[in-house]
């Protein structure tokens, strides 16, 4: 007897498919309403005219069929220009607004003093007033396009406040921190974030939740458990950040590597990229972007006394026993050198061979990199 096939489990892709295709419909029945829209308009007037009684016998279809092309056409033109422009930012398009409108009433003011100028000096009779439309009609279009030249091209050097848009180069607030999947693999990203040291929010990219989702049904069980291992990392920081503090980003960069679309969506969300991949903090600067590197994070606070790490210190005084010298940390910890005696009062370059706590606090015991170094 054959066993029924296992129901597939959607997976976040095919999500992603789901919405993309969700909002593609959506645009297809706005562009056809935009169209629906401009051809009613541009009958209206004939069919107003062939239902009054007045008019109908005078009425020409030769004569409406000019104005119901053109307004089709460049209702078609338009969605064509929307159909291949499909990255639209909201900054831009405020940015040429604002520059379309700052271009009007420019020259709205300086037809009014052309019109004035022309009264003045009787430049009234033809051609002139053929001349003078023409002259303000390029004087429009050359200001609206001055402007949004202007305001495109300097929107991120100075701060234009508008609803909803702040054109600057600084996000309001913290800068938030977008990860990779090599933060989430790595337990210590939990437990840094619980330190309570990172107070912005947590940008998670979907495709990089696609990755994790590769590893873990990865047949190779190292991948399958470093994917798991994401998952549940990334739960716990959900579980105590809150959903609002752990942002799921929907937006998918173009590019061809993961890498270049998370420096990509980095850029546009002027945040800082967290990650352990040294080749992709070295693309960020290059980029110019800022990273965050959780391995140097960590070595900055390991403490000093854990064996084989590495410190300078400066000798103070002679030990108790011969050939000893003592320093201190900066935090106060006593050390005890061995070998050093001879270089009291210098600063040395030393390597921790032991800890041990007393009642005073931890001594820590070391020896000279030079001579760590000869035993190694």
Not at 60 to 68: E, H, I, N, P, T
Not at 112 to 129: E, F, K, N, Q, V
Not at 134 to 140: E, R, S, V
């Amino acid at each position: 007897m054959a066993s029924d096939p296992q129901p597939s489990v959607p997976t976040l892709e095919d999500a992603r498919r789901a919405a993309q295709t969700a909002r593609r419909r959506l645009l297809i029945a706005l562009r056809l309403t935009y169209l629906l829209l401009l051809a009613t308009a541009a009958l209206l007037p004939f069919v107003g005219d062939m239902t009054d009684t007045s008019t109908s016998d005078a009425v020409v279809v030769s004569d409406y069929a000019g104005a119901f092309v053109l307004l089709v056409g460049l209702g078609s033109l338009v969605v064509l220009v929307d159909v291949f422009t499909p990255e639209k930012r909201l900054a831009n398009v405020i940015a040429i607004y604002f520059g379309v409108v700052v271009g009007l009433v420019s020259a709205y003011a300086l037809s009014g003093l052309i019109d004035l100028a022309a009264r003045t000096w009787y430049l009234t009779s033809p051609p002139w007033p053929a001349y003078l439309l023409m002259g303000k009609l390029a004087l429009g279009i050359t200001f609206c396009y001055l402007a949004v030249s202007i305001v495109l091209a300097t929107k991120d050097d100075f701060r234009i406040v508008l609803p909803y848009v702040e054109f600057s180069r600084r996000s309001r607030g913290s800068r938030p921190l977008v990860v990779d999947t090599s933060v989430l693999v790595d337990a210590r990203f939990a437990k840094f974030l619980q330190s309570g040291m990172v107070d912005t929010s947590i940008v998670v990219p979907e495709f990089v939740l696609g990755e994790l989702q590769e590893l873990a049904d990865s047949s190779e069980s190292s991948k399958r458990d470093r994917g798991r291992r994401g998952f549940k990392s990334l739960q716990a920081i959900r579980e105590y950040r809150g959903g609002s503090n752990v942002v799921l980003e929907p937006y998918d960069p173009p590019g061809h590597g993961v890498d270049e679309k998370l420096v990509a969506l980095s850029e546009r969300l002027q945040g800082r990229l967290l990650t352990l991949d040294s080749n992709l903090r070295a693309i960020a600067k290059v980029r110019g972007l800022a990273t965050v590197d959780l391995e140097l994070a960590s070595q900055a606070l390991r403490p000093l006394g854990n064996p084989g790490s590495e410190f300078e210190l400066r000798l103070e005084k002679a030990g108790e026993q011969p050939g000893q010298a003592v320093g201190r940390l900066p935090d106060g910890t006593l050390v005890v050198v061995e070998d050093a005696a001879d270089q009291i009062g210098e600063m040395v370059s030393c390597q921790t061979t032991n800890t041990v706590r007393t009642n005073a606090g931890n001594l820590v015991f070391a020896r000279l990199r030079d001579t760590a170094d000869r035993r190694t």
